[in-house]
């Protein structure tokens, strides 16, 4: 894999085909369907860094046209339809001057792996009729899982309407991100291409702070490019569960690192990020933080009560009803406001 410093999307294009070059990936695209899987988590404008930014996207996009290729991108947005989120971001107007189709994921076809805890999974028709899947996520944390590098941004590939059950089946921290891994093993990208000019840290992956680490990370393994950004950002792998699960699982092979020399990236890590330093279960229900609405920033859009998916939020009451929250944190991630907080609460 490849890491290549880089501070402007301007210049993405010439560092993507050197990166692509570095590893070796010269295959034969003619005739072949490529889908483009960015990070288009809800609608905000590419200013924000919580989308892959536009810029990216058509440089990768047009690399991949030159070589022959048939190109299309497609996501599955929590809360909004692709398009939606497309066109706020400006990843709609690029894909109108490149001429190539934007699609909704939203046509579940269900598959079983041979093996895992999580076997059966429905993922959109678009990504299993791909010839070569191209994984587009953003650098950013995550208040659920810590980080959200190449594979969280695979959870995209599960249609939106699938995606709130999984916060049932798979409930807290770990068992979350044990499911993105065996997703993302059988998903199973051909490269993955991160955009890290611009990213986020903090209470990401919406609502944190703006940082600018100036790298783009190329790897035909997902799984070595989550733990060679995480390296790179000083976390300590085991701190992290789908790093920690990745290693344990067996998915992290042994890779070599080439490109420019980065200096380390300091990435602060969510608030929530206590659950994997306190992971006993005894110790968590004292530690956890559960959120709570600012009612000062709040502006009833009803993000958070649609998808909460424990019905716990009223918002005619602006109350959460803390028997039921799951501490999923979809809330957070999706208030537009940043109106949802965390505040520890003793059980
Ligand atoms: S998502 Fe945020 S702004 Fe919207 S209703 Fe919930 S707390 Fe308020
Ligand atoms: S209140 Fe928020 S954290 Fe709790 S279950 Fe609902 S969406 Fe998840």
């Given at each position: 894999?490849?890491?290549?410093?880089?501070?402007?999307?301007?210049?993405c294009?010439?560092?993507?085909?050197?990166?692509?070059?570095?590893?070796?990936?010269?295959?034969?695209?003619?005739?072949?369907?490529?889908?483009?899987?960015?990070?288009?988590?809800?609608?905000?404008?590419?200013?924000?860094?919580?989308?892959?930014?536009?810029?990216?996207?058509?440089?990768?996009?047009?690399?991949f046209?030159?070589?022959?290729?048939?190109?299309?991108?497609?996501?599955?947005?929590?809360?909004?339809?692709?398009?939606?989120?497309?066109?706020?971001?400006?990843?709609e107007?690029?894909?109108?001057?490149?001429?190539?189709?934007?699609?909704?994921?939203?046509?579940?076809?269900?598959?079983?792996?041979?093996?895992?805890?999580?076997?059966?999974?429905?993922?959109?028709?678009p990504?299993?009729?791909?010839?070569?899947?191209?994984?587009?996520?953003?650098?950013?944390?995550?208040?659920?899982?810590?980080?959200?590098?190449?594979?969280?941004?695979?959870?995209?590939?599960?249609?939106?309407?699938?995606?709130?059950?999984?916060?049932?089946?798979?409930?807290?921290?770990?068992?979350?991100?044990?499911?993105?891994?065996?997703?993302?093993?059988?998903?199973?990208?051909?490269?993955?291409?991160?955009?890290?000019?611009?990213?986020?840290?903090?209470?990401?992956?919406?609502?944190?702070?703006?940082?600018?680490?100036?790298?783009?990370?190329i790897?035909?393994?997902?799984?070595?490019?989550?733990?060679?950004?995480?390296?790179?950002?000083?976390?300590?792998?085991?701190?992290?569960?789908?790093?920690r699960?990745?290693?344990?699982?067996?998915?992290?092979?042994?890779?070599?690192?080439?490109?420019?020399?980065?200096?380390?990236?300091?990435?602060?890590?969510?608030?929530?990020?206590?659950?994997?330093?306190?992971?006993?279960?005894?110790?968590?229900?004292?530690?956890?933080?559960?959120?709570?609405?600012?009612?000062?920033?709040?502006?009833?859009?009803?993000?958070?009560?649609?998808?909460?998916?424990?019905?716990?939020i009223?918002?005619?009451?602006?109350?959460?009803?803390?028997?039921?929250?799951?501490?999923?944190?979809?809330?957070?991630?999706?208030?537009?406001?940043?109106?949802?907080?965390?505040?520890?609460?003793?059980?």
């Amino acid at each position: 894999m490849t890491v290549l410093s880089n501070t402007e999307y301007a210049r993405c294009r010439e560092k993507i085909v050197e990166g692509l070059e570095q590893i070796g990936f010269v295959d034969d695209l003619k005739g072949k369907k490529v889908l483009l899987k960015p990070n288009l988590l809800s609608p905000r404008t590419a200013d924000s860094s919580v989308t892959t930014n536009p810029e990216f996207l058509g440089a990768v996009a047009s690399v991949f046209l030159q070589r022959g290729a048939t190109v299309s991108v497609g996501d599955s947005p929590a809360r909004a339809s692709a398009a939606s989120v497309a066109r706020v971001s400006g990843i709609e107007k690029v894909c109108n001057e490149l001429s190539i189709p934007l699609v909704e994921f939203d046509e579940p076809v269900q598959v079983l792996l041979e093996k895992g805890v999580y076997r059966r999974f429905e993922i959109a028709r678009p990504v299993l009729e791909a010839d070569i899947v191209v994984n587009l996520p953003k650098l950013k944390t995550h208040s659920l899982t810590l980080v959200t590098f190449g594979v969280k941004n695979l959870f995209g590939c599960v249609p939106g309407s699938k995606k709130q059950g999984w916060h049932f089946r798979a409930r807290n921290m770990s068992d979350f991100s044990r499911m993105l891994v065996e997703l993302a093993s059988y998903i199973n990208p051909s490269l993955t291409i991160m955009d890290g000019v611009e990213g986020m840290d903090g209470n990401g992956p919406a609502n944190g702070r703006k940082i600018y680490p100036g790298v783009i990370a190329i790897s035909r393994d997902v799984f070595a490019l989550d733990d060679a950004v995480a390296s790179i950002c000083g976390i300590k792998h085991s701190r992290v569960p789908i790093l920690r699960i990745a290693r344990e699982l067996g998915f992290v092979s042994s890779y070599e690192t080439v490109g420019d020399k980065i200096e380390r990236i300091d990435l602060v890590l969510p608030e929530t990020n206590y659950i994997a330093v306190y992971g006993a279960r005894l110790l968590r229900r004292f530690v956890t933080k559960f959120p709570a609405i600012d009612h000062k920033r709040c502006i009833k859009c009803g993000n958070c009560e649609s998808a909460c998916p424990a019905g716990a939020i009223t918002l005619e009451s602006m109350k959460i009803d803390y028997s039921k929250c799951i501490t999923c944190y979809v809330c957070h991630e999706l208030c537009p406001e940043n109106a949802i907080l965390f505040r520890r609460r003793l059980l």
